[in-house]
């Protein structure tokens, strides 16, 4: 072991309290650190996830539509089936889906069951984007089939009002009673909604749905849904909003599409049309979704999603288009950045006050051991060995607490999972608190403590160093 | 006896501090010291006596004037290689606090060698025999705080030894000690001069102790007023 090396140990030996201390609070602030950007990622990753369930990596609506627009009000796209094409042949790799929507209103008129909404989401049961991922996440019952009533080949009873203002009576239940011998509409209902709406909701049951169906205006439906099954995307919230139903179904519902028959002006209130033969245009949505193949290399998964934006856009020029990070940032994204700031700024200061205690510490040994230090420049040590000395008592308070903050924040992690801790989530469900470690934090958990406490251990240790020897061996000196 | 010096000190002054409050500690000091040689350096407190050994010993660098090691001048060498040279050629024995109490005597002994880059495994051999030569090898595993005054300086003294420096630079060695122990520790410099050869230069205020000096140089306000025999 080198002179710098053993006189660095015997230091640390002789201040091991302090430097326990010190170490330890460095190391439980890398720790805490690593832990909370660790849960912000899980919890980014679980909305990712989700806002990628609900919608994908880039959406296309009208220009009139906002964000808030793409969870059901989107206005209709009469070429949405063009431009899904168009994408496909322009960027192979891309995949294109014509999505339809609707928000829905279930429960009206139950006894002891207040009314409650959902988004409907309509979907390609062969060939949407997101086929694969919702079939993974069905809990109960199962997936859409073809000999599912997906489409009747007539409208449902539709009145269209033209004002805003009470619905007329002849909405509530009607589905129920004029469409008996129709079979309901198949759905997939999630979990969350489920367990809100526990005698109302499983699979199996039929119910009533009030839709509606024009973003701009006020269309409304009645149609009757059979639960065919339960998904769970892992986010309680979405779980209890979002409602799958086959696309085709959607569209017949909202008429888009080819309508034969006449419907009837009630004066005062609007139209109101029923049981009009209908085909339905799949050419017709209410939005585009696309899904991107991943980039080859995922430093920059923002840049990359507003890359993507701007090529499709620059085929779409007249629509809106939405990259999956624009929902992210309306999701939670500005929230995340943030708390991320927060966390940094925490995590600053307190190293910063290590630090402080460090160079004190250093201080302080170097009065005291100030004719030892003479005696080694008087043996032949060079200023650097001296420097040293305290260096390496830097280098390992460093190392320990940035090695010791991550083992710690590892047996967290593992104790949380191998217990499978879960929050209270709205409504009685649970979400379960999981972890996703980013390589970045750690080698920040690293670099950092060391870097901090190397630095703030050469302050005192170029003192030490550049002292000149005759004025180190003075000290102690009984008399001149 | 008379060949070439191995220090050399030609018109050095050291002056502290600067304007009206410097203080001279060194003025215009000449002189040579040769192989073997066993010099007291003498005078009142505050005369000079330590300035001079520092200037000696590369400790310190003079304000004026040139020190010479074997020849060499030593204000042309940088500050690093002065620290090695410093290791190498020269072992100091100072007065008090003297060795680093956390450290077996044995680890004291060898420490100047190892910051020299030097063999752990030789030098260890090398420190045994210093410590042999010193009478106190049976405390060699011993903490250095654990030993008396007299036991300590005696270490020092072998440790000022273990890279065969060209000199000895002993400041007031016996500053911390009773009478009887002093006597020792002057007895051993005495011997060490005598069977190793080894150039000793030692400050004593302590006419009884000073008397050891085959050669004594008087100092009064960093002249030098008395170069010769001791007598
Ligand atoms: N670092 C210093 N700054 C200012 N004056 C000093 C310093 N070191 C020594 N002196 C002065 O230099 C003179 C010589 O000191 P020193 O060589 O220690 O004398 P001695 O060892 O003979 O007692 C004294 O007057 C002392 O006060
Ligand atoms: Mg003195």
């Known amino acids: ?480 | 006896m008379k060949k070439e010096p191995i220090i050399e000190l030609s018109h050095v002054t050291k002056i502290y501090g600067e304007y009206e409050k410097s203080v001279i500690a060194l003025n215009d000091v000449s002189l040579k010291i040769f192989p073997k040689e066993f010099i007291a350096v003498t005078g009142p407190s505050g005369s000079g006596k330590s300035t001079l050994l520092h200037c000696m010993g590369l400790l310190d660098r003079p304000t004026e004037g040139k020190i010479f090691i074997e020849g060499r001048d030593v204000s042309r060498i940088s500050g690093k290689d002065i620290a090695v040279l410093r290791g190498k050629k020269i072992g100091f024995v100072f007065q008090s606090h003297n060795l680093i109490p956390r450290l077996t005597v044995i680890e004291n002994v060898i420490l100047p060698g190892l910051i020299a880059g030097r063999k752990r495994v030789e030098l260890e051999k090398k420190a045994i025999e210093l410590l042999r030569e010193v009478g106190i090898e049976h405390r060699a595993k011993h903490r250095g705080a654990h030993l008396s005054g007299g036991e300590q300086q005696r270490v020092a003294i072998a440790r000022a030894l273990i890279n065969d420096p060209i000199i000895v630079l002993a400041d007031e060695p016996t500053g911390a000690l009773d009478t009887e122990s002093s006597k020792e520790i002057m007895d051993l410099l005495e011997e060490m001069n005598k069977n190793r050869g080894v150039t000793v230069v030692f400050v004593s205020h302590d006419p009884e102790i000073a008397r050891y000096g085959r050669r004594r140089i008087e100092l009064v306000d960093g002249s030098v007023t008395y170069d010769g025999v001791n007598r």
């Open chain 1, 1 to 480: 072991m080198s002179i710098s090396r053993s006189f660095a140990w015997s230091e640390i030996k002789e201040h091991k309290l302090i430097y326990t201390v010190i170490i330890l609070v460095i190391a439980f602030t890398m720790a805490s650190f690593l832990l909370e950007n660790a849960y912000i990622n899980y919890m980014m990753q679980v909305v990712n996830e989700t806002v990628k369930n609900v919608t994908a990596d880039v959406i296309i609506t009208n220009p009139d539509c906002d964000v808030r627009d793409l969870y059901g009000t989107e206005t209709t796209m009469k070429n949405a089936g063009e431009i899904a094409r168009l994408i496909e042949e322009r960027f192979p790799g891309y995949k294109a889906s014509v999505r339809v929507t609707a928000q829905a209103t279930y429960g009206v008129g139950l006894a002891n069951e207040s009314a409650d909404g959902c988004t409907l989401q309509g979907i390609d049961i062969h060939d949407d984007v997101m086929v694969e991922s919702l079939k993974k996440k069905i809990v109960a019952g199962r997936f859409f089939r073809d000999d599912d009533p997906i489409l009747r080949g007539h409208t449902p009873l539709y009145i269209k009002i033209n004002a805003p203002g009470n619905l007329p009576d002849i909405v509530y239940g009607a589905g129920q009673r004029l469409l008996r011998e129709d079979e309901p509409y198949p759905v997939i209902v999630g979990a969350a909604a489920a367990k809100v709406h526990p005698s109302i909701i499983s699979v199996g049951k039929e119910l009533d749905l009030y839709i509606c169906a024009s973003a701009r205006g006020a269309n409304y439906a009645s149609i009757r849904v059979k639960i065919i099954g339960l998904y769970e995307s892992g986010t309680p919230t979405i779980d209890a909003m979002i409602w799958f139903i086959p696309a085709d179904s959607l569209r017949e519902i909202k008429c888009y599409g080819k309508v034969k028959g006449r419907s009837w002006i009630i004066p005062g209130i609007g139209s109101f049309h029923g049981f009009n033969p209908i085909e339905v245009d799949r050419n017709m949505g209410d939005a585009v979704i696309v899904k991107v193949p991943p980039p080859s290399i995922s430093i920059d998964p923002i840049g990359y999603s507003e890359e993507v934006k701007r090529r499709i856009q620059s085929i779409v020029p007249d629509l809106k288009v939405f990259s999956w990070h624009d929902l992210l940032v309306y999701g939670a994204g500005s929230m995340q950045d943030v708390v991320t700031i927060l966390l940094w700024g925490s995590m600053g200061v307190t190293l910063l006050l290590c630090g402080a205690a460090i160079k004190y510490v250093m201080d302080s040994i170097i009065i005291r051991k100030m004719r030892e230090i003479g005696s080694l420049k008087a043996f032949g040590a060079r200023d650097r060995v001296i420097f040293k000395i305290f260096l390496y008592q830097g280098l390992f308070i460093g190392s320990l607490s940035g090695v010791l903050g991550i083992l710690i924040a590892i047996l967290v992690m593992k104790i949380v999972n191998w217990y499978g801790i879960s929050m209270q989530f709205i409504a009685g469900t649970q979400l379960k608190i999981g972890f996703v470690v980013n390589w970045f934090t750690v080698a920040i958990s690293i670099i950092l403590p060391i870097l901090l406490s190397i630095a703030a251990a050469s302050i005192p240790a170029k003192k030490a160093a550049m002292l000149p020897p005759v004025e180190a061996l003075r000290r102690g000196e009984i008399s001149l």
